[in-house]
């Protein structure tokens, strides 16, 4: 992982939610299972993970929605659609942001860490991503 700057703004694709993340996040990582996909509509998803404390919602709000009821909820803007977000249920302690909300996503580069590497697509390779473990 590249040095991260100390506060890290993002948002939404139309600017109604805005956030902003302080310190390191705690892993920065891949995951490749299906609903991921099509929550994002890309291929796989990279994933920056912040304590519910290291990040303030400073603009609008991060709609919801339970792609797993009891496990998992997602977050988007509500006006444009954008993703921006993802949390394990029960009541989640730390939020998963997707990198590509971040305005610097440049400085949040995955570890090779890959979770649910069984869903990853077959022709989607990620240069030296590799990594063996399961999860
Ligand atoms: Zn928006
Ligand atoms: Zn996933």
């Known amino acids: 992982m590249s040095n991260t700057t100390e506060r890290l ?11 902003v993340a302080t310190g390191q996040p705690k ?9 991921c996909r099509r ?5 796989v998803a990279v994933f920056a993970l912040y304590d519910l404390k290291a990040y303030t919602v400073t ?4 709609t919801k929605f ?3 009821p009891g496990q998992t909820r997602r977050g988007f803007c509500a006006r444009c659609g954008s993703t921006l977000t993802c949390e394990s249920l029960p ?21 090779k860490k890959q ?6 697509l077959p022709w989607l390779h990620i240069g030296d991503a590799e990594d063996t473990s399961v999860h």
Do not use: M, N
């Open 9 to 19: 703004k993002g948002g939404c694709l139309c600017g109604a939610v805005q956030f």
């Open 27 to 35: 892993a920065v990582y891949w995951c490749h299972c299906q609903s």
């Open 39 to 43: 929550h994002t509509g890309a291929p």
């Open 59 to 62: 603009k609008g709000e991060i």
């Open 66 to 68: 339970d792609s797993t």
């Open 91 to 111: 009541g989640p302690t730390e939020t998963h942001f997707h990198i590509g909300a971040f305005d610097q996503a440049a400085q949040l580069e995955p570890t």
């Open 115 to 120: 979770y649910f590497k069984e869903e990853r």
